[in-house]
């Protein structure tokens, strides 16, 4: 089982495909699991890294450590260990607050970023207001998956359940207050940002509406935001072939891998 002992933990990795590197992190109710639909393609033509946070899957947390305020710092560690020095991040909710974090304190060791329903944690009043109206369902599923996919596809949402499952048990107030916290990344510091940048979101995800994800795009230089149909709060989940079109998309214009 691959881990690597990076700050203070034992964090669990696995590496598929070879060529230009990609990392995946996933949100809360996953686990590097999740990516299973974008490993089959990217793996192809990609050298492909997917992880589980500290305290997710396989992965460890030290108690009373920092917890999710580490996340960032972990995948420096990981990619330090892996010997990467740039690649291109793809994240989904939870995962976007790694992702986002990292590109602001690394930008030159990141060569595109993917925010997959999610706003990275961005604390400009302009995106975490829109929030305070935002009341997602309490049931895992509800929060994550369209209504149309629950009932057309049960093998799959059993799946995603099953995913989820082989996480410890956590309330959902561990990950959101990272989402409306006003010191998260702010107006000023998105400005300088010059990694190119893609948003996705699910047209009917109940936790990042369309209209969040706009006022965050707004925020990046040159970003650029698609709106799935038939899609909630797992637009790779659902529908992985539009997810990774998109994804792909970006990485065709994407100049400099090293």
Known sequence: MPTATINGIEMYYEIHGSGPPVVFSHGRGGNHFSWWQQLADFSRDYKCVTFDHRGWGLSNDVTNGPGTQA???DLKCLLDYLGIEKAALVSQSM??????????TNPDRVS??????????????????????????????????????????????????????????????????????????????????TTPTLLVVGE??????????QAAAKLIPNATLEIVPNAAHSTHFE???????LVRGLFVNVDDWT
């Open 239 to 245: 529908q992985p072939e539009k997810f990774n079109q």
């Open 204 to 213: 009917e995800d109940l936790i990042f509406p369309p209209n969040v994800m």
């Open 95 to 104: 995962g976007g607050v790694t992702n986002l974090n990292f590109t602001l």
């Open 112 to 193: 595109a970023l993917v925010l997959g329903d999610t706003t990275g944690g961005i604390g400009d009043s302009s995106v975490i207001d829109l929030l305070k109206d935002v009341h997602p369902p309490e049931h895992p599923l509800g929060r994550a998956l369209s209504e149309h996919f629950i009932e057309h596809n049960p093998d799959k949402t059993t799946l995603f359940q099953q995913i989820g499952f082989l996480n410890p048990p956590m309330p959902i107030s561990v990950v959101s207050p990272l989402f409306r916290n006003p010191d998260g990344p702010n107006k000023e510091q998105l400005s300088h940002m």
């Open 71 to 73: 996340f960032a710092d």
